[in-house]
C-alpha cells in the first residue's frame, strides 16, 4: 500500500505546498480504493512514509473530513469513512444541477473553436484509454473534459461546485467502471454532449448531460449488492431513495 502512496506522491506538482500534495495523494488513494472504506489511518506511519512532520498529515486529514472521506475518532483514530448512499445521491442531485445548466448554456452561448477542439480531442485520448483498458488514465482525462467545458464559459464557480461535491461520487465511478458502466458508454456521452453544443441544441445538450449524469443511479443499487463491506447501511428515509437504493 505505502509504496503505491509513494509513486502516487512523485505525480503531485514538486511547487505545490506539502500539505496540498498530501491532500491529493490521501485523496486520490481514498477515491481509488488503495485506502480502502474502513481503514484506519496512521498519522505516524504516514508522516514516515513521505518523510514529512505529522503536522501536515493532520491538516490533510481535516480537509478530507470536511469533504467526507475520514472520520476523525476521539480516542480511537481516524479512518477512511464507509462509502454513503445517500451522500452519493445528494452529491449527484447537485452536480446534475450544475452540469445541465453549463451544457444548456454551452450550446445556448456556443463554445470557442479552440475549446471545443480540446473538447474533441480529449474524448479522442479517452478513447485510447479503451483498449486496452487503463482506468485510472480515463478518470483523469474525464476530469479533464467536464473542468474544460465549465470553464469553456467562464463557469469558474460551477467547476469549483462541481469539484466540491464529486468526492463523495467519484469511488463509486471508480468501482463501477468497467463491469457496471464501460468505458465506451461514458465516452459515446461525451461525445452526444459535444455533438448537441456544437448544434446549439440548448435541450438536447442538457439532455445528454442529464443522461450521463445518471448514470450512476443505474450502478449504484448494484455496487451496494456486489461490495457492501464499502458502503454504510442506508438511513433513506424517502420512498423515492429507498426505491434508487434496492
Wanted: glycine share 4%; proline share 4%; aromatic share 6%.
Amino acid at each position: 500500500m505505502y509504496s503505491t502512496l509513494q509513486a502516487l506522491w512523485q505525480e503531485t506538482r514538486d511547487s505545490d505546498s506539502v500539505r496540498q500534495r498530501l491532500h491529493e495523494v490521501l485523496r486520490q488513494s481514498i477515491i481509488r480504493m488503495e485506502l480502502a472504506p474502513g481503514q484506519a489511518l496512521s498519522e505516524k506511519e504516514l508522516a514516515e512514509t513521505f518523510g514529512v512532520s505529522r503536522q501536515p498529515v493532520r491538516e490533510a486529514f481535516i480537509r478530507l473530513s470536511e469533504a467526507g472521506l475520514v472520520e476523525v475518532r476521539p480516542q480511537r483514530g481516524t479512518f477512511v469513512v464507509k462509502i454513503s448512499q445517500q451522500a452519493v445521491l445528494e452529491a449527484r442531485f447537485v452536480r446534475e444541477a450544475v452540469e445541465v445548466a453549463v451544457a444548456r448554456e454551452a450550446a445556448s452561448r456556443g463554445l470557442a473553436p479552440p475549446v471545443l477542439a480540446e473538447l474533441r480531442e480529449l474524448i479522442e485520448r479517452q478513447h485510447r484509454c479503451s483498449e486496452p483498458a487503463d482506468h485510472d488514465r480515463f478518470f483523469l482525462l474525464d476530469e479533464s473534459f467536464h473542468r474544460t467545458l465549465s470553464l469553456g464559459i467562464g463557469q469558474q464557480a460551477a467547476w469549483k461546485v462541481t469539484e466540491e461535491v464529486k468526492a463523495q461520487l467519484d469511488r463509486v465511478r471508480y468501482l463501477s467502471v468497467p463491469e457496471s458502466t464501460p468505458i465506451d458508454k461514458l465516452i459515446e456521452q461525451h461525445a452526444a454532449i459535444i455533438d448537441a453544443i456544437e448544434w446549439r441544441d440548448a435541450d438536447a445538450a442538457a439532455e445528454a448531460m442529464r443522461i450521463h449524469q445518471s448514470e450512476i443511479l443505474q450502478s449504484l443499487p448494484e455496487l451496494v449488492r456486489r461490495f457492501p463491506e464499502m458502503f454504510q447501511e442506508a438511513t433513506t428515509s424517502s420512498r423515492a431513495d429507498r426505491t434508487v437504493l434496492g
